[in-house]
Nanobody, 123 residues
Framework: QVRLVESGGGSVQAGGSLRLSCAAS???????MGWFRQAPGKEREGVGT??????TITYADSVKGRFTITQDNTNLYLQMNSLEPEDKAVYYC???????????????????WGQGTQVTVSS
């Protein structure tokens, strides 16, 4: 069973930075991985995706130029800079087990999820 565990959430002022981590038991090397977020009263939305082995990375327009997805041998990361109050949400990492390329930003495609970590941005 795949276990995804996010960490690194917290509270920052607008303009600040946070780095989220996702411990993914190395599944990310063979699976599409995605970062998603869900704000109160809103649907879950894709933040960005990274293909297996990290060859292709995509970002939602709302975070391009501010957020960066990276990975190393043990974790997946989401570096968030220039945070805005609109970025406040619970952030999740997810894996689409069985697909490593052509990654989707649609949450329904992902079949393994972490528990989420809260990010709060104050103005």
């Amino acid at each position: 069973q795949v276990r995804l565990v996010e960490s690194g959430g917290g509270s920052v002022q607008a303009g600040g930075s946070l780095r989220l981590s996702c411990a993914a038991s190395r599944v990310y090397t063979t699976s599409c991985m995605g970062w998603f977020r869900q704000a109160p009263g809103k649907e879950r939305e894709g933040v960005g995706t990274i293909s297996g082995h990290g060859n292709t990375i995509t970002y939602a327009d709302s975070v391009k130029g501010r957020f960066t997805i990276t990975q190393d041998n043990t974790n997946l990361y989401l570096q968030m800079n220039s945070l805005e109050p609109e970025d406040k949400a619970v952030y999740y990492c997810a894996a689409e087990i069985g697909r490593a390329t052509g990654c989707s930003s649609e949450s329904w495609r992902y079949n393994a999820w972490g528990q989420g970590t809260q990010v709060t941005v104050s103005s």
